[in-house]
């Protein structure tokens, strides 16, 4: 089993639609999470960052962290073609990070 | 730009030989690492240091893979005896606190 799981997608939504995305992980000393947006032959953009448990907001995008259940979510409102990329869900105990494998989103307009 | 910055872009080699890329960090960032990442996968964590000390290494990073960080700035990360499974695109990020930033990355091609 792998450390972080995350669905590889492809995902193809409406332009408008919300995203939900989601990870699930092993390991319960992760407590920093990331998600970040690759696109194509490019280096991952950090998108958001939460601490612990709890959600984050910021403009169309929401994260949402339940270490209970061991499984974060990216909600992204609205959404547009430019968001079409790869997400990256990452996490730490602190220093080197676990990425999933990414989830290859389209949207179409 | 004040970003992480990666040279070169691009390197295609012959098999058996040695490459070298290079990562500057932002500058106030005292923490750099390094990762791999293949087609279709998530980076995978090779190395990091903390000012110039390495402090971790992966598994994956075998005896012909090398990282420095001389005066805690840039840093380096050599492999020798290249193999095709080396190709991959090579990642450098950096961070102050938990958050990492990552470069434009080194996409390396064996031959």
């Known amino acids: 089993q792998k450390e972080v799981e995350q669905d590889p997608g492809p995902l193809s939504v409406p332009e408008g639609a919300i995203v939900s995305l989601n990870c699930t992980y092993s390991n319960s000393a992760f407590q920093y999470f990331m998600w970040y947006r690759q696109y194509s032959r490019k280096g991952p953009e950090l998108l958001m960052y939460t601490y612990s448990s709890g959600n984050k907001e910021d403009g169309r995008f929401t994260a949402q962290v339940d270490k209970s259940s061991k499984y974060i979510s990216l909600f992204i409102r609205d959404s547009q073609p430019s968001d079409s990329a790869t997400y990256l869900c990452a996490m730490s105990a602190y220093g080197d990070m676990r990425f999933g494998a990414g989830t290859r989103l389209t949207v179409k307009p | ?111």
């Open chain 2, 1 to 111: 730009d004040t970003g992480v910055s990666q040279d070169p872009r691009h390197k295609i080699t012959k098999r058996g030989q040695n490459v070298t890329f290079r990562c500057d960090p932002i500058s106030e960032h005292n923490r750099l690492y390094w990762y791999r990442q293949t087609l279709g996968q998530g980076p995978e964590f090779l190395t990091y240091f903390q000012n110039e000390a390495q402090l971790e290494k992966s598994r994956l990073l075998s005896d012909r893979f090398s990282a420095e960080r001389p005066k805690g700035s840039f840093s380096t990360l050599e492999i020798q005896r290249t193999e095709q499974g080396d190709s991959a695109m090579y990642l450098c990020a950096s961070s102050l606190m938990a958050e990492q930033f990552f470069g434009p990355g080194t996409r390396l091609t064996v031959l």
